[in-house]
C-alpha cells in the first residue's frame, strides 16, 4: 500500500481530515463536542448525532464556525442511538448532505450515580448502560459501515474507558457495557479490515466534562481515581485530539487498539 502523500496549497498543509465526512454520536456536549469542533477545524464535514436537540444544534453551530476556511462543516440531526429507525434516518441524512460517510464516531454513553455493585446496582442502570452504550455502539456501527463500505474505507472510532482495562470497584454496569465495547473493538477490526476501514476504541480515564464534574462531586470511588492521575485530570479535548488522529490518513495502519488516554492511570 502506497503512502499517501500531504497535498501542500497555498503555502501550507491540507487540512487533516480534508473530505472526510464524520458521524458523532453524543455529540452535544463534553467530548462529543469537543471532538465535533476539532474534525471541523481539520476540515471534515461534520454531523451531530444527538438526542437532546438543544445541546445538539448549538455544537453544530460551534464546529460550523470552529471549520473557517479549512473545508470543514457541521450540521445537527437529532439521533437515539438506541432506536433502530432514527439511527437509520440520521445515517441517511448524512448521506444526503455530504454524499457519503467515511467517519464514525460512537461517542454517545455514560455512566450514571445510579451504578454500583453487582449486588446493589438496579437492573434498570444495567439495562440503561448496556443500551445506550454496548448496544448503541452496535447499532451505529451496523448501519454506518455499509456507508463506509461504499465510500472506499475509513474509520471506526468507539468509546471504550479505563475501566475496561482496569478494576473500578462500585462501577459494575458500567465496567461492562465498556469492556463489551473493547472486545467489540478488536474483532471488527478484523471484520471490516478487507473493506479498508479501521476500527479503533479510545480508553479514556476521568474527563473534565459537566457530566464527570457531577459524578466527581457524588463519588468517592471515582474520586479516589481521579487522584491517582501523573499528569492530572484530562479535558474533552484531550480525547478530541486522540479522534483526530484516529480519523484522519496519518493512522492508516492503526487498527484493533483500544487507545488510553488517561494521565497514566492505568499503569500507576
Same mark, same amino acid.
Given at each position: 500500500?502506497?503512502?499517501?502523500?500531504?497535498?501542500?496549497?497555498?503555502?501550507?498543509?491540507?487540512?487533516?481530515?480534508?473530505?472526510?465526512?464524520?458521524?458523532?454520536?453524543?455529540?452535544?456536549?463534553?467530548?462529543?463536542?469537543?471532538?465535533?469542533? &476539532?474534525?471541523?477545524?481539520?476540515? +471534515? $464535514?461534520?454531523?451531530? #448525532?444527538?438526542?437532546?436537540?438543544?445541546?445538539? @444544534? *448549538?455544537? /453544530?453551530?460551534?464546529?460550523?464556525?470552529?471549520?473557517?476556511?479549512?473545508?470543514?462543516?457541521?450540521?445537527?440531526?437529532?439521533?437515539?442511538?438506541?432506536?433502530?429507525?432514527?439511527?437509520?434516518?440520521?445515517?441517511?441524512?448524512?448521506?444526503?448532505?455530504?454524499?457519503?460517510?467515511?467517519?464514525?464516531?460512537?461517542?454517545?454513553?455514560?455512566?450514571?450515580?445510579?451504578?454500583?455493585?453487582?449486588?446493589?446496582?438496579?437492573?434498570?442502570?444495567?439495562?440503561?448502560?448496556?443500551?445506550?452504550?454496548?448496544?448503541?455502539?452496535?447499532?451505529?456501527?451496523?448501519?454506518?459501515?455499509?456507508?463506509?463500505?461504499?465510500?472506499?474505507?475509513?474509520?471506526?472510532?468507539?468509546?471504550?474507558?479505563?475501566?475496561?482495562?482496569?478494576?473500578?470497584?462500585? &462501577?459494575?454496569?458500567?465496567?461492562? +457495557? $465498556?469492556?463489551?465495547? #473493547?472486545?467489540?473493538?478488536?474483532?471488527?477490526? @478484523? *471484520?471490516? /479490515?478487507?473493506?479498508?476501514?479501521?476500527?479503533?476504541?479510545?480508553?479514556?480515564?476521568?474527563?473534565?466534562?459537566?457530566?464527570?464534574?457531577?459524578?466527581?462531586?457524588?463519588?468517592?470511588?471515582?474520586?479516589?481515581?481521579?487522584?491517582?492521575?501523573?499528569?492530572?485530570?484530562?479535558?474533552?479535548?484531550?480525547?478530541?485530539?486522540?479522534?483526530?488522529?484516529?480519523?484522519?490518513?496519518?493512522?492508516?495502519?492503526?487498527?484493533?487498539?483500544?487507545?488510553?488516554?488517561?494521565?497514566?492511570?492505568?499503569?500507576?
Amino acid at each position: 500500500m502506497a503512502v499517501k502523500k500531504i497535498e501542500v496549497t497555498g503555502g501550507g498543509e491540507m487540512a487533516r481530515l480534508a473530505g472526510k465526512v464524520a458521524f458523532i454520536t453524543g455529540g452535544g456536549g463534553g467530548i462529543g463536542r469537543a471532538t465535533a469542533i &476539532r474534525f471541523a477545524e481539520e476540515g +471534515a $464535514k461534520v454531523v451531530v #448525532a444527538e438526542i437532546d436537540a438543544a445541546l445538539g @444544534v *448549538e455544537s /453544530a453551530a460551534l464546529a460550523k464556525a470552529a471549520a473557517g476556511n479549512s473545508g470543514g462543516d457541521a450540521m445537527f440531526v437529532e439521533t437515539d442511538v438506541t432506536d433502530r429507525g432514527s439511527v437509520a434516518d440520521a445515517v441517511a441524512a448524512t448521506v444526503d448532505a455530504f454524499g457519503g460517510l467515511t467517519v464514525l464516531h460512537n461517542n454517545a454513553g455514560g455512566s450514571t450515580l445510579q451504578d454500583g455493585p453487582v449486588t446493589e446496582a438496579p437492573e434498570e442502570e444495567f439495562w440503561r448502560v448496556i443500551q445506550v452504550d454496548l448496544y448503541g455502539t452496535f447499532l451505529c456501527s451496523k448501519l454506518a459501515i455499509p456507508e463506509i463500505i461504499k465510500a472506499g474505507g475509513g474509520a471506526v472510532i468507539n468509546m471504550a474507558s479505563n475501566v475496561a482495562l482496569m478494576a473500578l470497584p462500585g &462501577r459494575d454496569c458500567y465496567t461492562a +457495557a $465498556k469492556g463489551g465495547i #473493547a472486545s467489540m473493538t478488536r474483532s471488527m477490526a @478484523v *471484520e471490516y /479490515a478487507p473493506h479498508n476501514i479501521r476500527v479503533n476504541a479510545i480508553a479514556p480515564s476521568v474527563t473534565l466534562s459537566d457530566r464527570v464534574k457531577r459524578l466527581l462531586a457524588g463519588s468517592t470511588e471515582i474520586k479516589a481515581v481521579g487522584d491517582q492521575h501523573l499528569l492530572g485530570l484530562g479535558e474533552p479535548i484531550d480525547i478530541a485530539h486522540m479522534a483526530v488522529y484516529l480519523a484522519a490518513d496519518e493512522s492508516r495502519i492503526t487498527t484493533g487498539q483500544v487507545l488510553s488516554v488517561d494521565s497514566g492511570v492505568t499503569i500507576y
